[in-house]
């Protein structure tokens, strides 16, 4: 469907770009991403993804967060319906924002995986967030935390530092890697993405699967063929 007057101008940044096109807007807002995770990147993370005219975005939480963030991203752009609930009905992109590599979001990923879906992924530890667009084959997110050196001890939340710290980064670094992909514009990052303000650590991350690791070996199930 072509991009209404309205439309052109809301994402005339957009459209003045030369990577950009019409049919890049058009691709955003006919996409429906699911989120899944609160706090302070995600909230960011879904202003950000609105901003840039993803149509339709689910929120897996129906915490007052994330209900109030819904209410201020449909405020901040009329095209982009943005809900609050349970995770239901088809997905073009996932994101995961976890504050711990459990095995529900192990599943998650390898669910994304098996159906073809991109997945990206923000996991912290100690203060800091691991950025991830997830492959099959790909090291699981316990296996990415302990390549970082977050180990067990490790207390502090990377929301506690606030939108000025890795929180401030992850929510729009995970933005971009889905409103590119999307969009059709360029190749999604290969290695994980380290985001630790306090070190002053932005770093690569290209760590491989453990064999002795059944979390990784969940994540290098290959999806059935058609």
Known sequence: MPLRDDQIKRYSRHLLMREF????QERLLRSRVRIHGTGSSA????????AAGVGSIRLASRTA???DVARRARALNPDAAVTAGAARGPADFVIDFARKADSALVRRIAASLRAGVPHVLSVSGAGAAIVKRYREGDACPACLLRAAGFGPGDRVEVEDLGAAGAAGAAGPAVAAIATLEIAGIGSP?????LIDP???RFEDLDVRPSPACAA???????RPSP
Request: proline share 3%.
């Open 198 to 200: 306090r070190r002053a």
């Open 43 to 50: 909230e960011l993370c879904v202003l950000y993804l609105a």
């Open 189 to 193: 990052p290969s290695a994980a993405v």
């Open 65 to 67: 967060s994330a209900v």
């Open 216 to 222: 990784c070996a969940a994540l290098a199930t290959r």
């Open 21 to 24: 096109s019409g049919a890049a």
